[in-house]
């Protein structure tokens, strides 16, 4: 592996007394985009704003591109911002909230010319310069926000949480945009989300936090298919956790018989993983609804209710109906307590 580019080490954020990130290490390599995942108040923005520069650390160290920084003044940092709320001029039109930082470093002319083109044409909006802020979509405002920061040329582009102003359309549009563009600047981005597929869909890595500590680092693939733990189940979409104990299943509800050997302390099933329809127990179907592709089902059972997704080709169970089910060995996750 490189040199890091960022490199966090055993850096402690604080609030007054409130520890919010305690001693996290962290490094990202140059040219990645990082996304920091985890439900609100885990500390996402507090590790943001201690990179940008914006929150002292209590103690610990950062370092940007081999050079600590950890008492670099925050325009120093060569880092771009961009946040949900895209904090655009509004009286100024879309070429000059892009030229704004460019003018202020006062250079010449012709190079903020050639520079504010280039930018906007990154983000797709040539053709747009003489809009103002609200003349323009809030996908059209977030692709500004974003120009506007890739002028600057930053070392480090760090993005809080930037499109979940964005209806779902326009996410998903801006994700493609915004991996593109990345890919095309090849600059270093770390991207603050709590939407697990929007990290699954952008991020080389993935850093899951919990409050203020890493759960679990890695690919997008490995933290889909291999969370180690309850909580990184959970967030990936296992819906269906439960205790393995003494040829059981168990959870706060009541216990099953499992029928394989559990390799690990608890076990956790996927709705697309549950079979429905045949297999070894029975529960009533609670709950039933069309989505596409798939039916989802609430199974209610000795375990409290399970979820299960069938083939939308399977004959529909209906609602208050006895259905056989299983939870097979083969798509359970291993999990460590
Ligand atoms: N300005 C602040 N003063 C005191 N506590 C704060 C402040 N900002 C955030 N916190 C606390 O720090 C923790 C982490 O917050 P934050 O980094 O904003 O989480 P996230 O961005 O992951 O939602 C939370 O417990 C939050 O309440
Ligand atoms: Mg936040």
Request: hydrophobic letters at 45%.
């Amino acid at each position: 592996m490189s040199e890091p580019f960022v490199s966090l080490s055993n850096l402690t954020l604080s609030y007054g007394d409130t520890v919010a990130v305690p001693a996290l290490d962290l490094d990202v390599v140059e040219g990645e985009l990082i996304a920091l995942l985890g439900p609100s108040g885990c500390g996402k923005t507090t590790t943001m704003r201690a990179i940008a520069g914006l929150l002292s650390p209590t103690s610990g160290r950062i370092s940007i591109d081999g050079r600590d920084v950890t008492r670099v003044a925050a325009n120093k940092r060569g880092i771009g911002l961009v946040f949900q709320s895209y904090a655009l001029f509004p009286h100024l039109s879309a070429f000059e909230n892009v030229a704004f930082g460019l003018r202020l470093q006062k250079l010449p002319e012709a190079e903020i010319r050639s520079r504010t083109e280039a930018g906007i044409a990154t983000v797709g909006l040539a053709g747009f310069e003489g809009r103002k802020p609200a003349e323009m979509s809030g996908g059209q405002q977030q692709r500004l926000a974003l120009a506007r920061s890739l002028v600057m040329e930053p070392k480090v582009l760090l993005l809080d949480e930037p499109l979940s102003n964005l209806d779902a359309r326009l996410r998903l549009e801006m994700r493609t945009e915004l991996q593109r563009v990345q890919k095309k600047t090849g600059v270093t981005m770390v991207f603050v989300t709590h939407d697990q597929a929007e990290a699954l869909a952008l991020a080389d890595r993935i850093v899951l936090m919990k409050d203020g500590k890493i759960e679990q680092l890695g690919t997008p693939h490995e933290l889909y298919a291999e969370p180690a733990t309850a909580f990184a189940a959970e967030f990936m979409g296992f819906e269906n956790i439960f205790r393995a104990e003494g040829g059981n299943l168990v959870s706060d509800h009541g216990q099953m018989p499992l029928g394989f050997a559990a390799a690990a302390p608890m076990l956790a099933w996927r709705p697309s993983g549950v079979v429905v329809g045949e297999g070894p127990f029975r529960g009533t179907v609670s709950a039933s609804s069309f989505a596409g592709g798939h039916r989802e089902y609430v199974i209610e059972t000795p375990l409290g209710p399970i979820k299960a997704d069938a083939p939308i080709e399977s004959a529909e169970v209906p609602l208050g109906e006895s259905v056989a089910f299983d939870l097979p060995e083969t798509t359970a996750r291993a999990l460590a307590a």
